[in-house]
């Protein structure tokens, strides 16, 4: 079992079912499988993704900071991330980067570690001299590729 199982089936009190915890969730508006639940409980899960935890949350009365402690992920703030006013002058495009950028920062291991990975190896991360002290040919210059819509070319680095 995992510290997450663990904590939920600590607040289970009332022992529910999977598919108990499921049309709870749903009745409530979330969209939590009985599958997922069933695996959470018995904690044969992965990496929760917020949806899920959302949902544990609400039907198990658990608060989320605790919830996200329990499955080693950041506790940090509960509420949606919300963007300045001003975001509201960005593209589409602009809006995609951004939400991109996010889910990198989220999904990114721990970059003290790989650094210190890097350094152990003896190697230098993020330049091209370090991938020539590894024996590696430098990269080749991006080309410019067509945008999808407007057949206009466009720099990578955009």
Known sequence: MT?????LNEANTGRL?????ARSAQ???????HD??????RGDHGRPDEATLLALSKVLRIPLSRLRAAASLPAG???PY???AESSRLSRRQRR????IIRAMLDAPDAAASDELAARRGRRTGTSSGRAAAGLPAKKAARPVKAARR????SPHD
């Open 36 to 41: 997922t639940a069933a695996r959470y409980l």
């Open 3 to 7: 510290a997450l199982s663990d904590l």
């Open 77 to 79: 703030e509960t509420e």
């Open 17 to 21: 079912s999977a598919r108990s915890l």
């Open 27 to 33: 009745a409530a508006g979330f969209s939590l499988n």
């Open 97 to 100: 980067a951004i939400d991109e």
């Open 82 to 84: 919300r963007p300045p």
């Open 151 to 154: 057949g206009k070319l466009e």
